[in-house]
């Protein structure tokens, strides 16, 4: 990799570039977030703003962010008298220093927001300004994002025939998007949102397997699609009753892989 490469990687990780700043007077690098915690709207607002607070808190500049670190108001001093260099997170900066910190970190919040200037931020403005106009275009749409997503997964039901691959995809899929507006949908979640909308031809599942981890439940279905698609199928013609799935008589080590197969029907 070359000295360049590097670099540019360096750039994108956040806690390292702040971990590495042994120079209290340093100020924060400008730096450009990974991709997906760069703004582009509402859909992604509550990673970008989770992302921002915590490079200003891992700078010590989190009061200039919410206003607390007010720029100061210059005062005469004495000639001839060294001025005192204050660290970069202190609470009583000069003039000088509250100016230089400010501008840098709107400095990474600006350049991190893919269009600026659709959503009425300028360069111009303090941080505190700035995260204002970003909070108060945001904040209220999301708790309202935020509704409509976790309404989305309670929306996404099994139906039969539906190739398990296919719907696992879905269901995560929203979880992503109601997480990327600041929702905390776990796989725990998914797990309750697939067993409580099984159809009726697939409560075997549910009766046997409930209480396996989502991920684990998702990968042994997602294998054994073509025989639990026979056999519902056979079930819905009056071939014969769904058989559930049983774990093997055998150790469960030596025949892990049995766990989730069906029993075959008995003709």
């Not at 007077?25 to 709207?41: A, C, R, T």
């Not at 303090?126 to 309404?151: G, H, P, R």
């Not at 599942?205 to 409930?210: A, E, P, V, W």
Request: with cysteine; charged share 15%.
């Amino acid at each position: 990799m070359s000295p360049q490469n590097c670099e540019n990687d360096s750039l994108t990780d956040t806690h390292l570039n702040f971990a590495i700043l042994s120079n209290p007077n340093s100020l924060p690098i400008l730096i450009m977030f990974p991709e997906d915690k760069q703004l582009v709207g509402l859909n992604n607002w509550a990673v970008f703003r989770d992302h921002v607070k915590s490079v200003a808190r891992s700078a010590g500049l989190n009061g200039y962010l919410d206003g607390t670190i007010s720029a100061p108001i210059p005062v005469a001093t004495a000639p001839n008298v060294a001025p005192v260099v204050m660290p970069v997170n202190s609470r009583t900066p000069t003039p000088e220093e509250w100016e230089l910190c400010d501008a840098r970190l709107a400095g990474i919040v600006f350049q991190n927001i893919k269009d600026p200037c659709s959503i009425g931020v300028t360069q111009d403005m303090t941080l505190n300004v700035m995260w204002i106009a970003l909070t108060d275009k945001y904040e209220n749409n999301s708790a309202v994002a935020q509704t409509l997503a976790t309404e989305r997964i309670q929306q996404c039901k099994y139906t039969t025939g539906t190739a398990f691959e296919d719907y696992f995809k879905s269901l995560e899929a929203l979880q992503k998007s109601a997480n990327d507006v600041g929702c905390n949908i776990s796989n725990n979640n998914l797990h309750s949102r697939f067993l409580t909308s099984l159809p009726r031809d697939y409560l075997w599942i549910l009766q046997n397997h409930g209480a396996h981890p989502f991920p684990e439940l998702k990968k042994h279905l997602i294998e054994l699609e073509p025989e639990a698609t026979a056999l519902v199928n056979m079930s819905e013609n009056g071939v014969c009753s769904m058989p559930p799935y049983v774990p093997s008589v055998s150790s469960h080590n030596t025949h892990q892989e049995n766990y989730f197969r069906p029993r075959q029907p008995r003709i």
